[in-house]
Structures are given as C-alpha cells and as structure tokens.
C-alpha cells in the first residue's frame, strides 16, 4: 500500500492561474512532511517541511500546508519557471529515509 | 549551505564493466547518505541508505553485490555498479542528511548511466 499519493498526476495551468496539488499520506504518527521540487535531468531540490497539523510555510509564490491527512502545496500566480515535477515525502520507519510520491509535473504555459 | 555534489554527472560504459559514482556532502557533514535511481517519469526509488563506517542497509530486490556502496567518510559515500548490463541503465541520484533522524534530506545533481 503507498504512504504517499500525489494528485493530480499532471497539471498544465495559465500562468497566472493560482492552483493546488495534493498530497494524502497513511503512516500513523508523522514525523515530518517534506516538498521537493525536480527539475528534468536533476536531482530534487528541498523546499518545506511541515511537523504538525495546521503549519504552513511559503516561499515566493509557493505554500504549503499540513492537516492530519493530507498536505497542500498552493501555487499563487504561477509562471513558466514554476514548471517542474514537484514531490511530496515523509519518513519510512527504521533509518527514516524518504518515501516519495510519484509526484505531480506541473507546466505553465505562457 | 547543505550543497551534494555527485561525479560524474553522466557516464556511458559497455556491458559488463563497472563504473564508480561518487557522492560528496560539500559544507557538512553526512551522518547518513542514501542512494536512489529513477527511471523516467517515475519517482526516485530508494536503493540503499549507508552511515559512515557501516555496511549498508539495502532495500528489498537490489542486488547488494551488484551495487557496492561504500561510506568511507561524513562527506563522501560512493556507488558502484559492478558487471553493467543494459537493464542498469537509470538516472542515480544520492541523497545526504545530518542530524536527527527525522530531518531534511539533501540530493545530488544526479548521475545519468548508460550501458551499452
């Protein structure tokens, strides 16, 4: 069963056009919430984490915010540079390395 | 600050050699490091996670012969690809974190590996 689910799976907007992207997770007992952004042929570029229900953290045109199932990672006024693949994690059990979700490719388009 | 640095950024090698990939945290130390491949338009699958001076703790399914990982330092962890075939063919990517278990984890620029 996954413990992360990234929706929608591709997302093309206006630029402009403010939007959110899902992300439901299942592990009991969070202990963290993280967002990465991919650009095409790199490696994922940290942007948030999240703790605890009800935190929110922003970044330029990006916010993020957490409730007990699900995180949110809002895109105000997007444009073109925001175009990316954006992943959502949370920790395994054991050494806690990232699990991620199969992400979300965002494009704006012009 | 928190900058990992992997090399080569791609490499082409024949069957049946090997090639090294090198992972380097440059302005802190790794307490842990990890190793992922992805294949295009999935999502990063996690190999392998190695803390300095330990073996390797391997996922369930990847070959812990074939991918030789070593963690000789806080700052440097390399993957080796022994005998390549084509089917290892992927993008690799490493991934370092320093303190609690439960923190941010920073990545590489990737590595992209062709076997021919």
């Known amino acids: 069963e996954d413990q992360v689910t990234q929706s929608p799976e591709a997302l093309r907007l206006q630029e402009g056009e403010s939007s959110s992207l899902n992300c439901s997770y299942t592990?009991?007992?969070?202990?963290?919430l993280f967002w990465y952004r991919q650009d095409p042929g790199k490696g994922p570029e940290f942007l948030f984490t999240l703790y605890s229900a009800g935190e929110e953290k922003e970044k330029e045109r990006l916010k993020a915010t957490l409730t007990k199932k699900e995180s949110f990672l809002h895109i105000t006024a997007p444009k073109p540079e925001d175009s990316a693949t954006y992943l959502c994690a949370v920790p395994d059990s054991g050494n806690t390395p990232l699990v991620f979700g199969k992400g979300t490719r965002l494009s704006v388009i012009a | 600050g928190a900058v990992v640095s992997q090399h080569p950024s791609w490499v082409i090698c024949k069957s049946g050699t090997s090639v090294k990939i090198e992972c380097r945290s440059l302005?802190?130390?790794?307490?842990?490091m990890f190793w992922y491949r992805q294949f295009p338009k999935q999502s990063l699958m996690l190999m392998a996670t190695?803390?300095?001076?330990?073996?390797?703790?391997?996922e369930q399914g990847v070959e812990k012969d074939k991918f030789l990982i070593n963690h000789a330092s806080l700052t440097l962890s390399t993957l080796t690809v022994t005998s390549a075939h084509p089917e290892d063919s992927s993008f690799y990517i490493c991934?370092?974190?320093?303190?609690?278990?439960?923190?941010?984890?920073?990545f590489g620029p990737g590595t992209r590996l062709t076997v021919t």
């Open positions: 302005d802190f130390q790794a307490t842990t």
């Open positions: 991934s370092a974190r320093f303190g609690t278990p439960v923190s941010e984890q920073y």
């Open positions: 190695s803390n300095e001076g330990s073996k390797a703790t391997y």
């Open positions: 592990v009991s007992g969070l202990r963290g």
